[in-house]
């Protein structure tokens, strides 16, 4: 009963806070109720027996990728931001939209019928700890996606270098 | 622990690939003279082709799969890599944006395709989407200083964005159903369990995905600005690639880990393929830009290849691979001839142009005839191929309203005759020749020609 | 149904190694809000013009507090992200490494080589340079 009160927390706080950070009229407001919402994901990975990808979701999210969103939020010009009208005025039809689709991912995901287990049990993490059971099977199982994901990280260098770099 | 070093012979074109890639980074800084990078891209290019058809095999614990259908749509991109730097080399000069990263971002794009092709793990499958789908972004924007190339991308990257997110709540469905990313496993999982809604929701979301890529609508919005905007280059090899590649996914995962609600799927894609070929066909008409004539005339092909797969015959396969395989040479042909011209990107530039440049011209005569479908060209070949397959599969209905469509499609592309020969000229076309450039027409030319006069080259 | 999954479904576990944390950032949170509550119970309020502008060491403040970055920062930012990215996957790596051996050796290398490329691209293309 208590967990499932935690988790309904964690729910309902980030649909919240994902509606405050869309709804802020002032950029720099939405970055910091997204790190808000950031600390309640990683609350949530927790919760779903995934302590890795919540420690990440801290550092990578909370830590850095919050930083770029705040430089590109100040390379823009706020007062502007803040003035302008809205982007999409219909917002009757976003809100019928996505309701819509919530009822059509509701019904049909709590029919889902779950596959077999898998090996790692919540004891059997808990036995070889987080980051060694995840390690392990990155490194041998999963190497060739880790492989390719140095190609993407790499190819994101070029990208913001070719884009944003001044050339002489 | 001790592991088997795993097998990398299946994988070595797509070593060769992005190791050809990264060197071209690092030369990139070296030289001055950036058609070197544009030699060296080639020289790989066709070093993959040259060992391709020994990589036969499965490697990474099932993960990876080199067989002869991914070896095919293999070749597809590669030719589609060759001919786009020929096309590059002067062009990118003319509109400032020479850099040599160019090159290095169109081979990690191809490696991406080669990948998507290749997967059969849907992990990989996303990886090798995001590889080829990121320097797609970076390339569709490479002209900086354009404000309609920083549009193309930015649409681009938002729309491909969305679609990515669709495609991973598709997949984590998928493995919540059967907790596996393997497509044989699903496949094998999904036959024991049987049809339930979220398998279908699951099924849409990833054909979503890969519908978006291959700009199929309604997913089709932001093919014309994207084609309009970015380098006409990067059009011609965004045309071409991803969408190959977005076929060959389909054609994989959706014969495979699907097949169990194949009736489902087909059904969607029929009324997809319908609505793609009547939306491509029809908004080209009134198109006064030439690439974005073409940009809707690639929707409308996208229709027409979809017919392949809805077949649901290892014929409909083999007739959407041809498909492709022509598409590629008329298209890239077709944008060639864009790109020969100073000013060539709208309809009107045209005018007159068989009296002033009577080869260029008739070279542009015979792609628009191929992509219209009228023999002896390839492209005619191609949609007599695809259609036989269909009917055979029985779907006579659906071909009848693809011909009906192709029909339509003559007129766009033969207003683009009409106005180099029967139109008068406004003023002198200057073309930018070069020998790459020329090397590039005169492949596909040939191509086109000799498909369509041998068609047994390619069939069978 | 299979007894382990019923475990894993959402709410139905909790992470009470974690129940320090929770603490530690509910003290944090009361302190925070705590001290700005006692403050302004208790201080006195007399505003006027001067002491409402921005503190600028003495001087009066001249235009916009809030102008536009230079670009330059999100280039910084953005690699920070990715050699980010590239630390966290070290992490279970190094975690692991005893057990795999030299197969996680050669893997990382490749790894690593790879972003050093990236690495040399972005020094020589001077992206470390601020001017």
Known sequence: MLSKLFFGYFAVIMVALSLLVITRRNPVHSVLWMLVLFFHIAGLYLFLNAEFLAAVQVILYAGAILVLFLFVIMMLNIKVEITAERFIGEWPIGVALGLSILMLIYFTTSKLIQGPAGQFSIEAIKAETHTKALGKVLYTEYLFPFEIASLILLIAIVGAIVLAKKRG | MNIPFPDLRPVTPEIIMTLSATALLILELIFKNKGVLAFIGILAAAAVMYIMPASMGETFGGMFISDSYSIFFKFIFIINLILTILISLRYIQRQKAEYGEYYSLLLFATAGMMLMASAKDLIILYLGLELMALSTYILAGIKRHDVKSNEAAIKYFLLGGFSSALLLYGISLLYGMTTTTDIYKIAEHLKATGVTTTLLLSMILIAVAFLFKIAAAPFHMWAPDVYEGAPTSITAFMSVGPKAAGFAVIGRVFYTAFQNIQTDWTTILIGIAILTMAVGNILAIVQTNIKRMLAYSSIAHAGYILLGIIAGTTEGLNAMMTYLFIYAFMNIGAFAIVIILDRGEELSDYEGLAKNRPLVAALMLVFMFSLTGIPPTAGFIAKFNLFTAVIKAGYTWLVIIAVMFSAISAYYYLRVVMNMYMKEMKQEAAIHLSPSLSLAILITVLMVLIIGIMPSMVIG | ?131
Do not use: C, H
């Open chain 3, 1 to 131: 149904m299979n007894p382990q999954i019923d475990k894993m479904t959402p709410g139905s576990y909790i992470p009470t190694d974690y129940l320090p944390v929770l603490i530690f950032m509910m003290i944090a949170v009361a302190f925070g809000a705590g001290t700005l509550l006692v403050g302004s119970l208790f201080r006195l309020r007399r505003p006027y013009k001067e002491k409402l502008t921005p503190y600028e060491s003495g001087n009066p403040p001249v235009g916009e507090p809030r102008y536009r970055f230079s670009i330059k920062f999100y280039i910084i930012a953005m690699l920070f992200v990715i050699f980010d990215v590239e630390a966290v996957f070290l992490y279970p790596w190094a975690v692991v490494y005893n057990k795999i051996g030299l197969y996680a050796l050669i893997e990382m290398m490749l790894f690593i080589v790879i972003l050093l490329v990236g690495y040399a691209y972005a020094w020589k293309k001077e992206a470390f340079k601020w001017d």
